[in-house]
């Protein structure tokens, strides 16, 4: 089994502009997880997905963010105008049905907005 | 809201000595599910435990001990005999018990030297 794949690994972009990053779960896991980290801190839940259905998502998570699975395999994460204050790395998780939560985490996206 | 607390920013320690992370989270959840993450340097999130909340025996794998004492709402960490290669990020994490949102700490970051 390969693991949790993202891309692209590093993006820059300036301010103003949309990004959009892809995560590729393990094949047969249901569940997809988007978070942030910024330096120091520990990941920042941003939403979650249960097959193709997004289940919860953070009050913290303004409306320049979306995040879709449409056939509940691979998800993107879209922030349209972007700020300075969106840098970070954004990580995506998956988990399977079986396993209660335990989560397998990509490389990450680095984000740097100029 | 789901807090999780870990004190301890930094934490170095030689070869061959004992080290524990300290955990201490706040939740209003009935049941809940706790655990430990290990991000290496430059890597990738790594799933080390999961304890359910009904569930306070503590666990012993290999090196690697939990203690769970859930009346002081604590989960700590404990590395036997460390070695190099166990310097990384240590995060501790809360989530909800129908798998959704995780409440991650800030990390310890652990130092072994040889």
């Known amino acids: 089994d390969t693991g949790v794949s993202q891309n692209p690994r590093h993006k820059i972009t300036k301010r103003g502009q949309n990004v959009t990053f892809r995560c590729d779960p393990i094949?047969?896991?249901?569940?997809l997880y988007w978070y942030r980290q910024t330096l120091g801190q520990g990941p920042e839940f941003l939403t979650y997905?249960?097959?193709?259905?997004?289940?919860?998502k953070s009050r913290l998570l303004s409306d320049r963010f979306s995040a879709e699975r449409p056939k509940g395999s691979f998800s993107t994460l879209e922030i349209q105008r972007t700020e300075q204050g969106d840098s970070a790395m954004y990580l995506c998780?998956?988990?399977?049905?079986?396993?209660?939560?335990?989560?397998?985490f990509g490389p990450g996206t680095r984000l740097t907005v100029t | 809201a789901q807090k999780v607390t870990q004190a301890q920013t930094e934490i170095s320690v030689v070869e061959k000595e004992d080290v524990t992370l300290d955990c201490v989270y706040e939740?209003?959840?009935?049941?809940?599910?706790l655990f430990w993450y290990k991000q290496p340097p430059s890597g990738e999130l790594v799933f080390l435990i999961r304890?359910?909340?009904?569930?306070?025996q503590n666990e012993i794998s290999g090196r690697y001990s939990w203690n769970f004492q859930k009346s002081t709402s604590s989960f700590n960490f404990t590395i036997t005999a460390s070695q190099v290669v166990d310097s990384a990020v240590y995060f501790c994490?809360?989530?909800?018990?129908?798998?959704?949102?995780?409440?991650f700490g800030d990390g310890t970051t652990l130092t072994v030297k040889p």
């Open positions: 998780a998956s988990s399977s049905p079986g396993t209660l939560g335990e989560q397998y």
């Open positions: 994490a809360h989530m909800n018990t129908n798998a959704g949102k995780s409440t």
């Open positions: 997905f249960q097959n193709e259905a997004q289940l919860e």
């Open positions: 304890r359910n909340s009904f569930d306070e």
């Open positions: 939740t209003r959840d009935t049941t809940y599910y």
């Open positions: 094949s047969e896991h249901n569940r």
